[in-house]
């Protein structure tokens, strides 16, 4: 066991849109940082955008979390979109059907458009 | 906004080889002596986001205390003797090749009203300290269920953590009558079976979160594939296959 730094940061891209970033691990015990990075979309927010470029490493642990985070943007009537996935981990979402609730983007732009379309 | 938070997670960053690649539909390899292969073969795998009922997240945990054992000890031995570690009356049908990532597995299991429930999982993840089913359409849930051990300041530790929704409203009624007291029994007595293999005792911990309470109503469709129904048409069907079977051998003879 070797210890690792799941690191989130929330900017706001318009009324309607943030953009959480994702740096290091997702696994369960990322729950407090990407659900803190979540608390700060509030009300009026409409479009949630995982930006994963800096992801290094998720396991079933992380897709468990992914799916929290999915029910209570939904709750909020909240789109949840994702950008920034390798490969592996686009085949990830594919695997576990992530992907047909979670709309997958190459870039942030493309993401915040599809998320305003 | 920046949140950091120091997590403790395995060291394991080229992880390619640890999960499945998608394949769309399952296909069954080698069908073992005596499985049933129904309600597998051309299915595609079911999450939690396409099933029918409340999301629950439940977590099975046994200490494993007073044993000389790590957790990629367990982890080996949880994959080797998986299907002896489950009650009776439900066969885990692994193949040769064992638990890896990509294979698929029948599962024949006991239900309400006697009928075996045909139906399968693939191994979607695995590594040294945890390995992750996902269910066939048709299963009763809907979901990801995790095996893992880990260290901490006391001990090593087995768990089960299951992530499901019932698949669709029939498994959705039944839960609360009986598939919730099934798969308590089911994995309690997984790990208790896992700890007597390592000469271990104790108590099961369990905890039970309600993660929606809400229902996927577009999802209810799903019951046309549900496997207890299906199973137990096939079942019953037996005897009509049986005199079938009889009359073209007859012809044939």
Excluded at chain 1, 89 to 114: C, P, S
Aim: aromatic fraction near 8%; proline fraction near 4%; charged fraction near 20%.
């Amino acid at each position: 066991m070797t210890t690792a730094t799941t690191t989130t940061t929330a900017d706001r891209i318009d009324e309607w849109t943030i953009v959480i970033r994702v740096r290091g691990d997702v696994t369960a015990a990322s729950e407090q940082p990407l659900m803190a990075a979540y608390g700060q979309a509030g009300d009026k927010t409409r479009a949630i955008v995982l930006d994963f470029t800096g992801l290094d490493y998720m396991n079933s642990g992380g897709i468990g979390l992914l799916v929290t985070l999915l029910v209570r943007a939904n709750r909020q009537k909240q789109k949840l979109l994702a950008c920034g996935l390798n490969e592996h981990y686009k085949q990830i979402f594919e695997l576990t059907r992530l992907d047909e609730a979670i709309g997958i983007h190459d870039t942030e732009a493309a993401a915040v458009a599809a998320a305003k379309a | 906004m920046t949140s950091k938070t120091p997590v403790e997670t395995p060291k394991v960053r080229d992880d390619a080889a640890n999960w499945a690649v998608p394949a769309g539909r399952l296909r069954v390899g080698e069908v073992p002596p005596g499985a049933v292969n129904l309600n597998v073969t051309g299915r595609r795998l079911v999450g939690p986001v396409q099933g029918f009922g409340q999301l629950w997240q439940k977590t099975y945990r046994m200490r494993l205390d007073g044993i000389a054992i790590t957790p990629p000890d367990v982890i080996r031995e949880w994959k080797a003797n998986y299907g002896a570690f489950w009650p009776k009356g439900n066969h885990f049908y692994a193949p040769q090749a064992g638990i890896q990532p990509g294979v698929v597995v029948l599962i024949n299991g006991e239900s309400l009203g006697g009928v075996e429930v045909s139906t399968g999982i693939e191994v979607i993840y695995a590594d040294d300290e945890s390995f992750t089913f996902m269910n066939a359409e048709g299963h009763p849930a809907a979901g990801i269920v995790t095996f893992s051990a880990a260290r901490d300041e006391h001990g090593v530790s087995a768990q089960v953590q299951v992530l499901i929704r019932a698949d669709d409203p029939f498994y959705d009624v039944m839960l609360p009558i009986y598939g919730h007291r099934f798969e308590d029994q089911m994995w309690t007595k997984t790990l208790v079976a896992l700890a007597a293999h390592f000469g271990a005792h104790g108590d099961v911990t369990v905890e039970r979160i309600c993660v929606d309470r809400r229902r996927n109503w577009s999802q209810a469709k799903n019951i046309w594939r549900n496997a207890a129904i299906r199973s137990g048409f096939y079942m019953f069907g037996a005897p009509i296959r049986w005199v079938r079977r009889a009359l073209k051998e007859g012809r044939e003879a």
